[in-house]
């Protein structure tokens, strides 16, 4: 099973990009989902989680207030939408489906191991 992330690019900082995930032959409505980003030389960390009904989500600190998270059911898609952008931003982001839980917890991450479905990632570069 294989998810497809799409929409990332290159901004200048403080600008904004919206990502989507999808799952052509798979469905997301019941799992959480979480958003990974992996820079060159770091360990891949999940910035974002959402529960499977929208209700609940996760942030990591470092983009709260300027990430949001996001899915429609109808369309099997989540995303992400990034604002205020920083180059420290500039990853490849990924999106990963947990087939264990439905809901994210809400006051640590997971782990990239705890997912089990996941995108190749798109790439997003932010320039200063």
């Known amino acids: 099973v294989q998810l497809v992330e799409s929409g990332g690019g290159l901004v200048q900082a403080g600008g904004s990009l919206r990502l989507s995930c999808v799952a052509p032959d798979f469905t997301l409505d019941y799992y959480a989902i979480g958003w990974f980003r992996q820079a060159p030389g770091k360990e891949r960390e999940e910035v974002a989680c959402?529960?499977?009904?929208?209700?609940?989500?996760y942030y990591t600190d470092s983009v709260k207030g300027r990430f949001t998270v996001s899915r429609d059911n109808a369309k099997n898609a989540v995303y992400l939408e990034l604002n205020g952008l920083k180059p420290e931003d500039t990853a490849v982001y990924h999106c990963?489906?947990?087939?264990?839980?439905?809901?994210?917890?809400?006051?640590?991450?997971?782990?990239?191991?705890?997912?089990?479905?996941w995108g190749q990632g798109t790439q997003v570069t932010v320039s200063s």
């Open positions: 959402i529960s499977y009904s929208g209700g609940g989500t």
């Open positions: 990963a489906a947990n087939l264990m839980r439905s809901v994210c917890p809400t006051t640590d991450r997971m782990r990239a191991y705890e997912y089990d479905y």
